[in-house]
């Protein structure tokens, strides 16, 4: 991400309500734009190879599916893609996400959601720090 750009975000998440409003939180950031939002694992899987964004806002859990499968594909495809895993999952149930995925932010979707803006600044800022 070249700084000045806006950074694009890719949203990830099944509730059809909740991707809406994080879609609109982020389009309301003068910084950050949305790229697009898919609600399946499988369309996930489709875009990975061809998406532009420069993070990937993530629900683990997609229409009854896991999204992990997506996240592999996604880290082989597109490394320079930065990853919030956004989830209503206990983070010390994931360590198995996070042993994958050491340089993800999570951010439970019971918090504020200006926590979710700052993690998707910090891993876009993390990815253009180490020279992506």
């Known amino acids: 991400m070249a700084q000045g750009t806006c950074i694009g975000v890719l949203v990830a998440e099944d509730n ?3 991707c809406a409003a994080v879609c609109e939180l982020i389009a309301g950031e003068s910084d950050m734009q ?8 499988e369309e996930l899987l489709r875009i990975v190879h ?11 859990d997609l229409a009854g599916q896991s999204s992990l499968p997506a996240l592999q ?8 893609v930065a ?3 956004y989830s209503g ?26 926590e979710l803006l700052a993690a998707i600044r ?3 800022q993390t990815k253009a720090g180490a020279g992506d």
Request: glycine letters at 6%; hydrophobic letters at 40%.
């Open 89 to 114: 999952h206990d983070r010390s149930l994931l360590g198995h996400v996070f042993a994958q995925m050491p340089q993800c932010e999570y951010v439970t979707k019971n918090g504020d959601p200006t």
């Open 83 to 85: 990853v919030v895993v």
């Open 34 to 41: 949305v790229s697009g939002s898919v609600q399946r694992t």
């Open 73 to 80: 594909a996604l880290r082989t495809a597109q490394p320079r």
């Open 122 to 124: 910090r891993v876009a």
């Open 16 to 18: 059809g309500d909740l």
């Open 50 to 60: 061809t998406t532009t964004a420069d993070v990937l806002v993530l629900d683990l």
